[in-house]
T-cell receptor, first 111, second 112 residues
Framework: QKEVEQDPGPLSVPEGAIVSLNCTYSNSAFQYFMWYRQYSRKGPELLMYTYSSGNKEDGRFTAQVDKSSKYISLFIRDSQPSDSATYLCAMSENGGFKTIFGAGTRLFVKA | DGGITQSPKYLFRKEGQNVTLSCEQNLNHDAMYWYRQDPGQGLRLIYYSQIVNDFQKGDIAEGYSVSREKKESFPLTVTSAQKNPTAFYLC???????????FGNGTRLTVT
């Protein structure tokens, strides 16, 4: 079993839809949770960074962490064609240098 | 602009040859990392360095080697011992542990 599970998709939605992306994990020691966006043939760029459980909002993006269920989510409101990319969840333990990534979900937003 | 520069963008080698991928950062970050990305597998950690002259193996270090002689530079050598070297290689840096990673734009290595 992988430490971090993420549905690879692809996920296709119409412009303006609310997108929900999710990851589950097995290591209860994970404390830091991240979402990265990766465009084709580019490096990942950080979207959201949260510590422990709770919600964090930044513009059209909301990250949720439920440590009791070992489940994290990223919501994208009013999705745009420019949001079409691969979204990677990532997490790490306290004091660690090893960040573990999910496989990534490919998202297509149709105009 | 601060960032991470990986070169070259595309690299082609024959089987049996060693090849070195370059990674330079001007973010003044202490920690640097090398990840490998394969379709459907996400990013897997090859090596990381917390500080100059020190580095640790990640989850898939076999067939790879690194050096960290300068804070700004963390080159990765893919040796002939790496059985499946064709992949997208990503270099990253962070100020410290548990800090978000800043990535370069990768080097796509093809070995035939």
């Amino acid at each position: 079993q992988k430490e971090v599970e993420q549905d690879p998709g692809p996920l296709s939605v119409p412009e303006g839809a609310i997108v929900s992306l999710n990851c589950t994990y097995s290591n209860s020691a994970f404390q830091y949770f991240m979402w990265y966006r990766q465009y084709s043939r580019k490096g990942p760029e950080l979207l959201m960074y949260t510590y422990s459980s709770g919600n964090k909002e930044d513009g059209r993006f909301t990250a949720q962490v439920d440590k009791s269920s070992k489940y994290i989510s990223l919501f994208i409101r009013d999705s745009q064609p420019s949001d079409s990319a691969t979204y990677l969840c990532a997490m790490s333990e306290n004091g660690g240098f090893k960040t573990i990534f999910g496989a990534g979900t490919r998202l297509f937003v149709k105009a | 602009d601060g960032g991470i520069t990986q070169s070259p963008k595309y690299l082609f080698r024959k089987e049996g040859q060693n090849v070195t991928l370059s990674c330079e950062q001007n973010l003044n970050h202490d920690a640097m990392y090398w990840y490998r990305q394969d379709p459907g597998q996400g990013l897997r950690l090859i090596y990381y360095s917390q500080i100059v002259n020190d580095f640790q193996k990640g989850d898939i270090a076999e067939g790879y080697s690194v050096s960290r002689e300068k804070k700004e530079s963390f080159p990765l050598t893919v040796t002939s011992a790496q059985k499946n070297p064709t992949a997208f290689y990503l270099c990253a840096s962070s100020p410290a542990g548990n800090s978000p990673l800043h990535f370069g734009n990768g080097t796509r290595l093809t070995v035939t």
